[in-house]
C-alpha cells in the first residue's frame, strides 16, 4: 500500500521542533518526531543572553534528514495578523479572495500588497460563513524561507501554529461540540487564546510577552484579555448556556494564573497539561493529511522559484535542440531587428505629436482635483471635530483629539473617558451610525481611576485636508 510522509515543522529562532506522520488510504501513523534548541551563550557582564550567530541555521543544517516528504511550516501567532470574520456565501473564489483583501486591508496596518495573505472557511451556513483570515509581512516569512531553502528544504505549504493547536484539541475530543470554551495556552513565550463556539474556532489573540512582569502581575494580565474576550463574544454573538475555560501549560500547574481567571471569569475552570498532547508540528501535519481547502500562507515567490528550478532542469534536458534552434534565431533575429529599429522610429515620432496634449489633458485634471478638494470643507478637522462634539453624550468627556492625513485616509483619534462602559460603546455606536466618518475600532474600555478610559479611532471616506 503506497504510503505518503507529511512533515510539520515549527521554526522559531531558538527551537526546532517537527513531527512526521505516514498517510495511508484510511490511516495516519506517527513517524518521526523531535525538538532541538539552540545552546545559548551566557553573556560575561552578566548582560542578557546572546543568541549564537549560526544557531538557527546550524540545527536546520544537522537535522535535514528528518525535514522531508510534504513539509508543512507553522508560523506563531505574534507574526500573524489573524481574525474570525462573517462574509457572504460566495462560490467564485476570486470574488471570496478579493473580499478577504479588502478585510486585511482595513485590518492591518501595513500595505497589502506587503504582506502574504490567505483565508479558511471555518464554518458555512445557508447565507452566511466564517472565514478565518491571516496574513503575515513578507519579509517575516521569506526569512524564514531562506533558512530552509539554503539547507534544500522547501515548504509545501505555510500554516500556523494556533491551527495546529485546533487540531490536537480536536482529534483529543478537548473541544465541546455546543456552548462555549475557552482555551488558554501557555506553550511558547506568548500565550495565546482561542474560542471555541459550537466546535467551531471563532477568537485567535496571541498575547503580549511578559516582559519584566512579575509571574503574579502576568497572570492578571492574562486574566483581564480573557474577561475582556468573553466580553467581546457576548456582545457579538450573545450569551452561552455553557460557557467553559481550560489553561493548558506544561510543568507545575500556574497557580497565579488559575486564581487570576477565577476571580475575573465567573465560569467552569479546569487546567490541562500539554504534556498529554503531541507536539504542534504533529498538529500541522495531521491538518495537511486530512486535506481540504486550508490557510496557506505560502508567498508567490516561493511557487516562482520551484517553477524556476523546474525550467532549469527541463532546459537542460534540451540544451542540444536549442543550440540549433539558437543558431537560425540568430540569422531571423539580425533581419528582424533592421526592420524593428524602423519601426521603433515611426513609433516614437507618434509618441511625441501625442505625448504634449496627454499632459496637458494631465494637468488639467490634476487642477480640477486640487481645486475640489480645496473647495469642499465636508472633511476637515474642525468638520470633524464639531461633528464629534454635537455626537458626544452627556457622562463622556474627551481627553485628546488627533486628526491625521497620510498618503490614504484622513485618521481622527480620540481618547477620553466616561462613567460606564454603557456610555462608552453608546457613543462608538453613535459614531458609527455618522455619516461623516467610516466604521472605527475602539480599544477598551478599561478602568482607570474609577471611570472607564477609551480610544476610538476613525477613518474618513476621503483624504482630508493638508
Request: with cysteine.
Amino acid at each position: 500500500m503506497a504510503k505518503e510522509l507529511i512533515t510539520g515543522v515549527r521554526l522559531t529562532e531558538k527551537v526546532l521542533e517537527w513531527s512526521s506522520i505516514e498517510k495511508t488510504k484510511d490511516h495516519l501513523q506517527p513517524a518521526d518526531s523531535g525538538i532541538v534548541t539552540v545552546d545559548v551563550q551566557a553573556s560575561p557582564n552578566g548582560e542578557e543572553p546572546v543568541l549564537p550567530q549560526a544557531g538557527i541555521s546550524d540545527l536546520i543544517a544537522k537535522n535535514t534528514k528528518h525535514l522531508h516528504g510534504n513539509i508543512t511550516l507553522g508560523l506563531s501567532s505574534e507574526q500573524l495578523l489573524m481574525r474570525v470574520v462573517k462574509l457572504p456565501v460566495i462560490q467564485d473564489q476570486e470574488e471570496l479572495k478579493g473580499m478577504v483583501q479588502l478585510q486585511v486591508d482595513k485590518l492591518s496596518p501595513f500595505p497589502v500588497e506587503n504582506m502574504v495573505v490567505s483565508h479558511e472557511i471555518m464554518d458555512k451556513g445557508n447565507d452566511f460563513c466564517l472565514v478565518l483570515i491571516a496574513a503575515v509581512k513578507n519579509e517575516i516569512v521569506d526569512t524564514i524561507g531562506k533558512l530552509l531553502t539554503s539547507a534544500g528544504i522547501f515548504p509545501a505549504r505555510v500554516d500556523a501554529n494556533v491551527l495546529g493547536w485546533c487540531q490536537l484539541f480536536k482529534d483529543a475530543e478537548k473541544i465541546p461540540k455546543t456552548g462555549r470554551q475557552i482555551m488558554v495556552i501557555m506553550a511558547e513565550t506568548v500565550p495565546e487564546i482561542i474560542v471555541f463556539q459550537n466546535g467551531i474556532p471563532v477568537v485567535f489573540r496571541s498575547l503580549n510577552e511578559q516582559g519584566p512582569l512579575t509571574d503574579e502581575e502576568f497572570a492578571g494580565e492574562i486574566a483581564h484579555e480573557t474577561a475582556y474576550t468573553m466580553m467581546s463574544l457576548e456582545m457579538e454573538y450573545g450569551g452561552s448556556d455553557h460557557c467553559g475555560i481550560s489553561i493548558w501549560h506544561r510543568g507545575n500547574a500556574p497557580a497565579f494564573l488559575e486564581d487570576s481567571i477565577r476571580r475575573e471569569c465567573h465560569c467552569e475552570l479546569n487546567l490541562n497539561s500539554l504534556e498529554s498532547l503531541p507536539h504542534v508540528s504533529e498538529g500541522l501535519a495531521r491538518r495537511t493529511a486530512n486535506g481540504g481547502q486550508l490557510l496557506d500562507l505560502t508567498p508567490d515567490t516561493w511557487r516562482s522559484a520551484d517553477i524556476e528550478k523546474l525550467f532549469r532542469h527541463r532546459m537542460l534536458i534540451t540544451a542540444g535542440v536549442l543550440a540549433g534552434i539558437w543558431a537560425l534565431s540568430v540569422i531571423l533575429f539580425v533581419g528582424g531587428l533592421f526592420y524593428q529599429q524602423k519601426k521603433l522610429a515611426s513609433l516614437k515620432s507618434e509618441f511625441e505629436v501625442t505625448q504634449k496634449p496627454a499632459k496637458e489633458v494631465m494637468d488639467m485634471r490634476r487642477r480640477v482635483n486640487i481645486i475640489r478638494r480645496y473647495s469642499d470643507r465636508t472633511y476637515s478637522s474642525l468638520e470633524c471635530l464639531r461633528e464629534i462634539v454635537s455626537i458626544q453624550p452627556e457622562g463622556v468627556d474627551l481627553n485628546s483629539y488627533e486628526y491625521k492625513r497620510s498618503s490614504g485616509p484622513a485618521t481622527v483619534t480620540i481618547n477620553g473617558q466616561a462613567a460606564t462602559v454603557a456610555m462608552v460603546y453608546e457613543f462608538k455606536n453613535s459614531l458609527d451610525a455618522s455619516k461623516l466618518f467610516m466604521k472605527g475600532t475602539i480599544k477598551g474600555p478599561f478602568d482607570q481611576k474609577g471611570k472607564q478610559a477609551f480610544q476610538i479611532d476613525m477613518k474618513l471616506p476621503i483624504g482630508g485636508e493638508e
